[in-house]
C-alpha cells in the first residue's frame, strides 16, 4: 500500500535522470547543445549531488549544517592530490579516476566523522554554527597548504611564507599543491556520463537508505528525539552516520569539480560560507526532505544565472527579489490560505459549471 | 515476582526536592497507579524510571536488575517502555513506520544490506510489517496503517503511541496520562484497552492519571504522591477511601 | 608593548563585533531567527556614511545619525515584508533562507549603486591618537571611541530591557510569544522595536568598523556578520552580557592570534576555539543549558 507509493515515486526520480542524460547526449551528439550548455553538464551533476547529500541531513536528519562545501572541497583537493600523483603509475584515465573517485569519498567521509563527533552533543543553532566554524576552518587550511612529491616521498608544508621552498623537494620532486594557488594540471577526467552515474549512485544510497530500518531511525529522530531515545534509538550513532555519508556523497561531488577545471583554488565562492548557503537554498526551495525536488531545484537554480545574463548587471538583483517571492509565496502561511481559498473557489466554479452542463444534456436528450 | 522495586529514590532540582524518598514494589502483571495534585512529582518519577533524570540517590531493580543510572536507550532495552504526558508521536512518518521504528532494536539488518538491498532486507522488512500490522490490529488501528501519524485523531494517536512502545517488547509499560483529553466515552474505551493488553502481553503497567474513574476502575494498586512524597499506598479503594488522600488531592 | 597594542586593538575589533552580536542575540532572542542579512545591514550602514561624508560632505557624526536612521528604517521595514509573513512558517528554515535572500538582494544594490572597487573610507571622527607610555604606545582614537561606544551600548541596552516597559515586553515575548501576547503585548510592535534597535546598532558598527579599516565594499559586512554570530553563540545565544562577552573575546582572538601565530589562519583559529568551547559549553559561555520538557 504505502510500500508501492514509494517505489513509483522513487523509480520516477530515477527517470527523471535518466531520461535527463539521454536528452542532454541526443542534444550534444546532434550538435544542438550551446556551449555553455555543454559546460553546464558535469557542474549540473556535482551540484545535483551536493544538494541531496545536503537535504539528508536538514530533510531527513533534521539539522541544520552550515559548511557542506568544506566537504566538497576536501574531496577536491584530495582526489586531486591522487590523480597527480598517480599520473605516471595509472595510465588507465577511468581507473585512476575511480580510485580518485573513492579518495575524494574517503577522505570526506573521515572529516565528517570529525565534524560528526563535537556535534553530537549539540542540537539546532549550536550544531549550525560547528558545521559553519569546521567549513571556514578547512577554507582557511586549504589556503596555506603546499604539497610536493618526490623520490623520498610526499612533502606537506603550512608556511606561506617560505612556499613551496618550504617543501625542500629534491630535483626529480613536483609541487601538487601551491598553497592559495591550489592546483593544476589535473586530469581532466569528469564527464557527463560518469557524473550520470555518480548522481545515479547518490540517489541508490540516499533513497535505499531513507526507506529502510535506519532512515527510518532517522527520520525519528528528526521528528521527536526524545521519543526515539524512550524506544532505544541510538542517537550517536545514526548522527555520524548520517554525517559521514553526506560528506563521502559531497566528497565524490568534489572530485568530479576538481577534475573537471583545469585548476582548483579555494578562492572565489565555490568552498565558502556562501558555497554552502546556495546549496542550502537548493534545498529547501526543492522542498525539505524531498529528494526529487532537490534534483530540479539545483538544476534550475544552477542555470537560471545563466539564463538571466540578459538582465545584464540586474542579474544577481532579479535572484534575490525571485528568491525572497518564492519563500513568501511558498511558506507564508496567509499565502497557503490564500492559495487554498483559490483553489477552492475555482473548484466550485468548475463544479457548478459540470452540474449545469449535465442538466442540460440532460434535458436534451 | 516483582517487575518494579524502587527504594529510597530521591531527586532535587536546584534546592527543592521533586521526589523525596520514593519507595515503590509492583507485581508482575499488575496494573499499577500513580496519582496525585499537579506537581506532586508523577511525571519526575516517571523520568527517574526511565534514565531522563539520573536520581540523587536510591535503587531501581527491574525484574532483578538495577537499572538507576542507567540512560534512557539502555533503559528502554532493558525492558522500559513508555508513552508521554503531551503525544510525542513521528509526525512526518506513517502510523505503520510508527510502530516499525519501535521494533527497531528486536529485528533488523545492517545499514550496507539495506542500501543494497540484499535479501535480507526484504526478508526483515516483511517481517516488520506482519508485526508491525499485529501490533496494530491488536489496538484497533491497522486501517489507519498507512496515514500519516499527524492526521490521526488524537484517541488514535494516543493508541498509536501504545502500540509503538508495546514494539519495543518491555517489561513494563509506563503511561503518563493516558487519558488526558479524553471525553468518557473514550476513556472506557481506553480502559478495555489497557485491561486487553495487559491481559494478551502479560505486561506490568504503571499508569499516572488524573482520572479517578480509570484509576479506579482498572488500577489494582496506587501509590498517592504529594509534594514528592508517598502520602499512601496499597489496593486501590482501600487507598482511595483514605482520609489523609481525600483530604490532600480529592477535595471533599 | 607591542603585545598591549594588540590586545587594545584587539579589544576595539572585539567591540565592533560585540555591537554587531547584541543585534544578532537580540533578533534571536526575540524574533527567533538567525537574521544572515544582519552583516549586510552594516555594509549598507558604512555605504550610508560613506556618502554622506563624500557625496553630502556632511560631518561624521552627522553621517552616522544619517546611518542609523537609515538602517532602522531599512531594518523595520524589511522584517514587516519579508520575515513576518514568515514567523508562523511550518519551518524555521523558510525565514532563513528568505534572509539570505535579503542578504542577497542588499549586496546587490550596494554592488549596481557603488561598485565593486573598495571605497576608501574616511574616520567618522578626526582626532589625534592617544599617546601612551611616552610615545611608546599609539591609541588611535577611533579605538577609543569604538571601545566606550560598545560599553556605553551595553550599559544602554541593559538598562532599557530592564528598566522600560517596552524592554520587558522584549524579555517577555523572548521566554513566551504567546504568553506575552496573551498579557497585553503587542509582539509585532516588540519584534519590530527588536530589528529597529539591531539595525541601528549594525549602523553605529558599520561606521566604527570601517573607520578602522576603510575598505569598503557590497562584500564587507559578510564575515563580520559571520564573526558577530559565532561571537553570539560563543557567549550563549540570547545572551546580551554573552553577545558582549564573545565579541570581545573573538575580537581579542582574532587580532592576537594574526600577531602572533599566523594572519592566514586567525579566522581558523576563532572558529577552532569556539568547537572547543562548545564541545565543554555545549549553551556557550553565559547560555542556559535550556531542558527540554520531557
Redesign the interface.
Known amino acids: 500500500m504505502n510500500k508501492k507509493k514509494t517505489l513509483i515515486n522513487n523509480l520516477v526520480t530515477y527517470g527523471i535522470v535518466i531520461i535527463g542524460y539521454a536528452v542532454m547526449m541526443i542534444l550534444q551528439l546532434t550538435g544542438s547543445l550551446s556551449s555553455s550548455m555543454k559546460g553546464f553538464l558535469v557542474p549540473i551533476c556535482i551540484y545535483v549531488i551536493m544538494a541531496v547529500s545536503l537535504n539528508l541531513v536538514v530533510g531527513i536528519l533534521g539539522e541544520l549544517s552550515l559548511g557542506h562545501a568544506g566537504f566538497m572541497c576536501v574531496g577536491a583537493y584530495s582526489s586531486a592530490v591522487f590523480s597527480c600523483a598517480a599520473q605516471e603509475l595509472i595510465t588507465s584515465a577511468p581507473l585512476r579516476f575511480g580510485i580518485a573517485i573513492l579518495v575524494g569519498a574517503a577522505a570526506a567521509a573521515v572529516f565528517g566523522i570529525i565534524i560528526g563527533i563535537p556535534v553530537l552533543r549539540l542540537k539546532g543553532d549550536y550544531l549550525a554554527i560547528v558545521t559553519l566554524a569546521f567549513g571556514e576552518i578547512i577554507k582557511n587550511i586549504v589556503n596555506i597548504i603546499y604539497l610536493g612529491v618526490d623520490s623520498n616521498g610526499l612533502h606537506i608544508s603550512f608556511d606561506a611564507s617560505a612556499g613551496t621552498a618550504g617543501l625542500g623537494l629534491l630535483e626529480d620532486g613536483r609541487v601538487i599543491i601551491k598553497g592559495a594557488q591550489g592546483i593544476s594540471g589535473t586530469p581532466q577526467d569528469a564527464n557527463f556520463t560518469i557524473g550520470i552515474v555518480l548522481v545515479l549512485i547518490t540517489l541508490i544510497i540516499v533513497l535505499n537508505l531513507i526507506n529502510s530500518r535506519d532512515g527510518r531511525a532517522i527520520m525519528s529522530i528528526r521528528d521527536n528525539r526524545i521519543a526515539a531515545e524512550s524506544i532505544g534509538i541510538n542517537i550517536t550513532k545514526y548522527k555520524l552516520m548520517v554525517f559521514t555519508i553526506s560528506a563521502a556523497l559531497a566528497g565524490a561531488a568534489g572530485a568530479l569539480y576538481s577534475h573537471n577545471f583545469a585548476t582548483l583554488t579555494p578562492a572565489g565562492d565555490k568552498f565558502n560560507y556562501n558555497a554552502s548557503i546556495m546549496i542550502l537554498v537548493y534545498v529547501v526551495l526543492g522542498g525539505i526532505g524531498n529528494i526529487r525536488g532537490s534534483i530540479i531545484a539545483a538544476v534550475i537554480l544552477y542555470v537560471l544565472p545563466e539564463k538571466l545574463r540578459f538582465l545584464r548587471d540586474y542579474r544577481m538583483l532579479v535572484y534575490a527579489v525571485v528568491l525572497i517571492l518564492v519563500m513568501l509565496f511558498n511558506w507564508s502561511p496567509k499565502m497557503i490560505e490564500w492559495r487554498k481559498s483559490v483553489a477552492a473557489k475555482f473548484k466550485a466554479k468548475f463544479g457548478r459549471k459540470k452540474t449545469a452542463n449535465e442538466a442540460e444534456g440532460g434535458a436534451q436528450s | 515476582m516483582n517487575m518494579l522495586e524502587v527504594s529510597h529514590l530521591s531527586i532535587s532540582f536546584g534546592g527543592l526536592k521533586a521526589v523525596n524518598d520514593l519507595n515503590i514494589t509492583i507485581k508482575k502483571g499488575q496494573l499499577y497507579g500513580l496519582i496525585g495534585p499537579n506537581g506532586a512529582g508523577k511525571t519526575t518519577a516517571f523520568n527517574l524510571l526511565t534514565g531522563v533524570y539520573k536520581a540523587d540517590t536510591g535503587s531501581i531493580l527491574l525484574d532483578g536488575k538495577n537499572i538507576a543510572g542507567m540512560n534512557t536507550i539502555s533503559i528502554n532495552k532493558a525492558g522500559i517502555a513508555r508513552t508521554f504526558q503531551n503525544i510525542r508521536l513521528f509526525k512526518e512518518l506513517s502510523v505503520l513506520d510508527n510502530v516499525k521504528v519501535g521494533l527497531h532494536n528486536q529485528m533488523g539488518y545492517s545499514t550496507i544490506e539495506g542500501i543494497l538491498r540484499l535479501p535480507r532486507y526484504f526478508k526483515i522488512e516483511k517481517q516488520m510489517n506482519e508485526k508491525a500490522l499485529e501490533l496494530l490490529d491488536v489496538m484497533g488501528l491497522k486501517d489507519c496503517a498507512g496515514f500519516t501519524a499527524a492526521n490521526l485523531p488524537y484517541g488514535k494517536q494516543r493508541k498509536l503511541e501504545i502500540a509503538r512502545a508495546l514494539a519495543t517488547n518491555p517489561k513494563l509499560l509506563l503511561l503518563d496520562e493516558p487519558a488526558a483529553g479524553m471525553n468518557p466515552n473514550e476513556t472506557e474505551e481506553l480502559m478495555e484497552t489497557i485491561r486487553f493488553v495487559r491481559d494478551k502481553f502479560d505486561m506490568t503497567i504503571l499508569l499516572i492519571e488524573h482520572d479517578m474513574r480509570l484509576v479506579g476502575g482498572i488500577c489494582e494498586e496506587i501509590t498517592v504522591l504529594n509534594f514528592g512524597q508517598v502520602l499512601a499506598q496499597g489496593v486501590t479503594s482501600e487507598v482511595l477511601n483514605d482520609p489523609r488522600v481525600i483530604t490532600a488531592y480529592l477535595g471533599e | 608593548m607591542s603585545f598591549l597594542s594588540y590586545l587594545v586593538n584587539g579589544l576595539s575589533l572585539g567591540s565592533v563585533y560585540a555591537i554587531i552580536a547584541l543585534g544578532y542575540t537580540m533578533v534571536?532572542g526575540i524574533a527567533k531567527m538567525?537574521n544572515?542579512a544582519h552583516g549586510d545591514v552594516i555594509m549598507i550602514g558604512g555605504f550610508v556614511v560613506f556618502s554622506c561624508m563624500s557625496n553630502l560632505g556632511l560631518n561624521g557624526l552627522l553621517s552616522l545619525l544619517a546611518a542609523m536612521v537609515f538602517c532602522t528604517v531599512l531594518g523595520v521595514v524589511v522584517e514587516r515584508i519579508?520575515y513576518r509573513?514568515?514567523r508562523?512558517?511550518?519551518?524555521s528554515?523558510?525565514v532563513?533562507?528568505?534572509a539570505?535572500?535579503?542578504s542577497?538582494?542588499l549586496?546587490?544594490?550596494a554592488?549596481?549603486i557603488f561598485g565593486a572597487d573598495a571605497k576608501i573610507f574616511s574616520p567618522i571622527v578626526n582626532l589625534p591618537n592617544l599617546q601612551l607610555f611616552g610615545g611608546e604606545l599609539s591609541i588611535s582614537a577611533i579605538t577609543i571611541i569604538t571601545i566606550l561606544t560598545c560599553i556605553v551600548i551595553m550599559i544602554g541596552l541593559t538598562l532599557f530591557i530592564k528598566k522600560t516597559r517596552a524592554g520587558q515586553a522584549m524579555q517577555a515575548v523572548s521566554e513566551d510569544k504567546g504568553a506575552a501576547q496573551l498579557m497585553g503585548i503587542n509582539v509585532n510592535a516588540t519584534i519590530a522595536l527588536t530589528f529597529a534597535i539591531g539595525s541601528a546598532l549594525a549602523a553605529v558598527a558599520g561606521a566604527l568598523m570601517c573607520s578602522a579599516y576603510p575598505q569598503l565594499t557590497p562584500y564587507t559586512g559578510?564575515m563580520p556578520g559571520?564573526k558577530a554570530?559565532?561571537a553570539a553563540?560563543f557567549g550563549g545565544?540570547g545572551s546580551i552580557p554573552g553577545a558582549m562577552l564573545g565579541g570581545i573575546l573573538i575580537g581579542i582572538i582574532q587580532i592576537l592570534s594574526s600577531a602572533y601565530i599566523?594572519s592566514?589562519?586567525a579566522?581558523?583559529i576563532v572558529?577552532?576555539i569556539?568547537?572547543v568551547v562548545?564541545?565543554v559549553k555545549?549553551?556557550?559561555i553565559l547560555g542556559k543549558n535550556v531542558q527540554?520538557k520531557?
Do not use: H, K, R
Open positions: 534571536y538567525l544572515f519579508a509573513p514568515l508562523n512558517a511550518a519551518s528554515l523558510a532563513l533562507i528568505t539570505i535572500g535579503v542577497y538582494f549586496q546587490n544594490v554592488l549596481l559578510t559571520i554570530f559565532v553563540v545565544i599566523s592566514q589562519m579566522d581558523a572558529f577552532l569556539l568547537i562548545l564541545l555545549p549553551a556557550g527540554e520531557v
